[in-house]
Protein backbone atom coordinates (compact mmCIF):
# COMPACT_ATOMS: atom_id res chain seq x y z
CA UNK A 1 0.00 0.00 0.00
CA UNK A 2 1.69 3.35 -0.65
CA UNK A 3 1.15 6.41 1.05
CA UNK A 4 -1.73 8.02 -0.95
CA UNK A 5 -3.57 4.81 -1.09
CA UNK A 6 -3.42 5.23 2.70
CA UNK A 7 -4.31 8.89 2.92
CA UNK A 8 -7.57 8.01 1.30
CA UNK A 9 -8.09 4.77 3.01
CA UNK A 10 -7.74 7.32 6.62
CA UNK A 11 -9.22 9.79 5.05
CA UNK A 12 -6.26 12.52 5.47
CA UNK A 13 -4.07 14.23 2.82
CA UNK A 14 -1.06 12.47 1.61
CA UNK A 15 0.82 15.39 3.50
CA UNK A 16 -0.58 14.22 6.50
CA UNK A 17 0.68 10.25 6.26
CA UNK A 18 4.01 12.14 5.59
CA UNK A 19 4.31 14.00 8.97
CA UNK A 20 2.95 11.38 10.59
CA UNK A 21 4.91 8.88 9.43
CA UNK A 22 8.06 11.21 10.24
CA UNK A 23 6.29 10.61 14.09
CA UNK A 24 6.52 6.93 13.70
CA UNK A 25 3.36 5.85 12.30
CA UNK A 26 3.80 3.04 9.71
CA UNK A 27 3.04 2.56 6.31
CA UNK A 28 2.80 -1.08 5.68
CA UNK A 29 -0.74 -1.16 6.54
CA UNK A 30 -3.69 0.55 6.83
CA UNK A 31 -4.41 -2.02 9.98
CA UNK A 32 -1.13 -1.11 11.51
CA UNK A 33 -1.74 2.72 10.42
CA UNK A 34 -4.93 2.98 12.48
CA UNK A 35 -3.96 1.46 15.68
CA UNK A 36 -0.80 3.91 15.96
CA UNK A 37 -3.15 6.58 15.60
CA UNK A 38 -5.34 5.31 17.58
CA UNK A 39 -2.66 4.71 20.42
CA UNK A 40 -0.35 7.99 19.43
CA UNK A 41 -3.03 11.11 18.41
CA UNK A 42 -3.48 13.64 20.90
CA UNK A 43 -6.37 12.10 23.22
CA UNK A 44 -8.24 15.53 23.40
CA UNK A 45 -7.72 16.39 19.45
CA UNK A 46 -9.36 13.30 18.77
CA UNK A 47 -12.04 13.27 21.09
CA UNK A 48 -12.92 16.47 19.63
CA UNK A 49 -12.64 14.82 15.89
CA UNK A 50 -15.15 12.11 16.95
CA UNK A 51 -17.45 14.95 18.48
CA UNK A 52 -17.62 17.02 15.33
CA UNK A 53 -18.01 13.51 13.16
CA UNK A 54 -20.50 12.01 15.52
CA UNK A 55 -22.64 15.09 15.10
CA UNK A 56 -24.11 15.33 11.49
CA UNK A 57 -25.13 11.62 11.99
CA UNK A 58 -26.70 12.50 15.38
CA UNK A 59 -29.28 15.46 13.17
CA UNK A 60 -29.45 13.18 11.11
CA UNK A 61 -30.86 10.45 13.06
CA UNK A 62 -33.27 12.83 15.31
CA UNK A 63 -34.72 14.35 12.08
CA UNK A 64 -35.61 10.75 11.13
CA UNK A 65 -36.98 10.20 14.52
CA UNK A 66 -38.98 13.25 14.70
CA UNK A 67 -40.37 12.94 11.09
CA UNK A 68 -41.09 9.23 12.33
CA UNK A 69 -42.89 10.40 15.03
CA UNK A 70 -44.96 13.36 12.67
CA UNK A 71 -46.17 10.29 10.67
CA UNK A 72 -47.39 8.60 13.30
CA UNK A 73 -49.09 10.90 15.25
CA UNK A 74 -51.30 11.56 11.69
CA UNK A 75 -52.16 7.86 11.53
CA UNK A 76 -53.62 8.35 14.52
CA UNK A 77 -55.19 11.29 13.91
CA UNK A 78 -56.25 9.38 10.67
CA UNK A 79 -57.38 6.27 12.72
CA UNK A 80 -59.65 8.55 14.92
CA UNK A 81 -61.23 10.54 12.30
CA UNK A 82 -61.50 6.97 10.36
CA UNK A 83 -60.93 8.20 7.42
CA UNK A 84 -58.08 5.12 6.84
CA UNK A 85 -59.53 2.09 5.10
CA UNK A 86 -59.13 -1.21 7.20
CA UNK A 87 -57.24 -4.43 5.65
CA UNK A 88 -59.24 -6.72 6.77
CA UNK A 89 -62.14 -5.14 6.01
CA UNK A 90 -61.17 -4.88 2.79
CA UNK A 91 -59.94 -8.40 2.37
CA UNK A 92 -63.10 -9.07 4.00
CA UNK A 93 -65.36 -7.46 1.54
CA UNK A 94 -63.21 -9.05 -1.27
CA UNK A 95 -63.94 -12.93 0.02
CA UNK A 96 -67.61 -12.29 0.01
CA UNK A 97 -67.22 -10.41 -3.93
CA UNK A 98 -65.23 -13.71 -4.86
CA UNK A 99 -67.55 -16.30 -3.37
CA UNK A 100 -70.60 -14.42 -4.83
CA UNK A 101 -68.97 -14.45 -8.23
CA UNK A 102 -67.96 -18.31 -7.33
CA UNK A 103 -71.58 -19.05 -7.31
CA UNK A 104 -72.84 -16.98 -9.89
CA UNK A 105 -70.41 -18.84 -12.32
CA UNK A 106 -71.09 -22.08 -11.25
CA UNK A 107 -75.16 -21.40 -11.39
CA UNK A 108 -73.92 -20.16 -14.90
CA UNK A 109 -72.21 -23.46 -16.24
CA UNK A 110 -75.91 -25.84 -14.81
CA UNK A 111 -77.36 -23.30 -16.82
CA UNK A 112 -75.41 -23.05 -19.89
CA UNK A 113 -74.73 -26.86 -20.02
CA UNK A 114 -78.26 -28.52 -21.50
CA UNK A 115 -77.82 -25.83 -24.26
CA UNK A 116 -73.84 -26.66 -24.85
CA UNK A 117 -74.40 -30.39 -24.52
CA UNK A 118 -76.35 -30.22 -28.11
CA UNK A 119 -73.94 -28.22 -30.01
CA UNK A 120 -71.38 -29.26 -32.67
CA UNK A 121 -70.43 -26.14 -34.08
CA UNK A 122 -67.52 -24.63 -32.04
CA UNK A 123 -68.63 -21.03 -33.79
CA UNK A 124 -71.83 -21.52 -32.02
CA UNK A 125 -70.70 -22.81 -28.41
CA UNK A 126 -68.07 -19.68 -28.96
CA UNK A 127 -71.04 -17.03 -29.22
CA UNK A 128 -73.00 -18.50 -26.71
CA UNK A 129 -70.49 -18.70 -23.74
CA UNK A 130 -69.41 -15.32 -24.99
CA UNK A 131 -72.87 -13.77 -24.81
CA UNK A 132 -73.88 -15.47 -21.37
CA UNK A 133 -70.58 -14.46 -19.85
CA UNK A 134 -71.22 -10.82 -20.75
CA UNK A 135 -74.39 -10.45 -19.72
CA UNK A 136 -73.58 -12.31 -16.44
CA UNK A 137 -70.21 -9.87 -16.05
CA UNK A 138 -72.60 -6.72 -16.61
CA UNK A 139 -75.35 -8.28 -14.13
CA UNK A 140 -72.55 -8.09 -11.40
CA UNK A 141 -70.51 -4.80 -12.25
CA UNK A 142 -74.11 -2.98 -11.82
CA UNK A 143 -75.15 -4.74 -8.30
Known sequence: MNQTELADALGITKQAVSKLKKQGMPVTSLHAAQAWRAENLNAARSEA???????E?????LLRKMIAEAGLAELRCDRLAASLISVSAVQQALRADYQQLAAGADALVKALAPRLCVMTDAAEIHATLDIAIREYL??????
Open 49 to 55: MLRSASR
Open 57 to 61: PLAAA
Open 138 to 143: QRECAR
